[in-house]
């Protein structure tokens, strides 16, 4: 399997303007996860699905952050309107159960708000 | 709420050195442990896992253990080297998916 895949890698945008960040799980994990890393905070999980549906969103920061995940293979991540502080990389991670299964993190996606 | 903590936050040794990364957790209510690498900007390597009903885990020159009662984890690794040099991330995970601690950045010097 090829792991997680996020794209893109690298976005860079100006305030205001809408960002969507994509995530391929691991075929066959039924839980998809979104984390936020920064300096400051460390890493921080924003949401998480069980087959496709959102389980818990209480770390999402604010209304201006969704996420959806239409079918199995595949999750969104939009901030809208994005502001300077959502500078940050997001990673995306699958895992084949709860519990005591391990979690796969994609390689990141870095973004820049101006 | 769970809370993760890692001491040393840096750390700097020299080549062949054996080291201690150390991580404790403040909800011993755990499903597992685990470890993870991450290098300058690239993503998380999982390195170990260790189960709530398990006291240590091995790779190569890896060896994690856990004392779920006390709410501590160590990562021990044997004759550093600098292909070492990252930082080191430790996450439970309980009934919430992984809480992460802010990680050790380790620097193997040659």
């Known amino acids: 399997d090829a792991g997680v895949i996020q794209s893109p890698r690298h976005e860079v945008t100006e305030m205001g303007q809408e960002v969507t960040l994509r995530c391929k799980p691991i075929?066959?994990?039924?839980?998809l996860f979104w984390y936020r890393q920064t300096m400051m905070r460390g890493l921080e999980l924003l949401i998480y699905?069980?087959?496709?549906?959102?389980?818990?969103d209480s770390g999402m920061p604010e209304d201006r952050f969704s996420a959806k995940m239409p079918n199995a293979s595949f999750s969104t991540l939009k901030i809208q309107p994005s502001e300077p502080r959502d500078s940050a990389v997001y990673f995306c991670?699958?895992?084949?159960?709860?519990?005591?299964?391990?979690?796969?993190f994609g390689p990141g996606t870095r973004l820049t708000v101006t | 709420k769970q809370e993760v903590t890692q001491i040393p936050a840096a750390l700097s040794v020299p080549e062949g050195e054996n080291l201690v990364l150390n991580c404790s957790f403040t909800?011993?209510?755990?499903?597992?442990l685990q470890w993870f690498r991450q290098d300058p900007g690239k993503g998380l390597t999982s390195l170990l896992l260790?189960?709530?009903?398990?006291r240590e885990q091995t790779s190569g020159r890896l060896n994690a253990s856990l004392d779920k009662s006390s709410g501590r984890s160590t990562l021990y690794i044997a004759a550093s080297q600098p292909g070492d040099s990252a930082t080191y991330l430790c996450?439970?995970?309980?009934?919430?998916?992984?809480?992460f601690g802010k990680g050790t950045r380790l620097s193997v010097i040659a």
């Open positions: 260790i189960q709530s009903s398990q």
């Open positions: 991670a699958s895992s084949l159960a709860a519990g005591g299964y391990e979690q796969y």
């Open positions: 699905f069980n087959n496709n549906v959102p389980i818990d």
């Open positions: 996450a439970v995970r309980g009934n919430t998916p992984l809480v």
């Open positions: 909800d011993s209510a755990i499903y597992n």
């Open positions: 075929s066959g994990h039924d839980y």
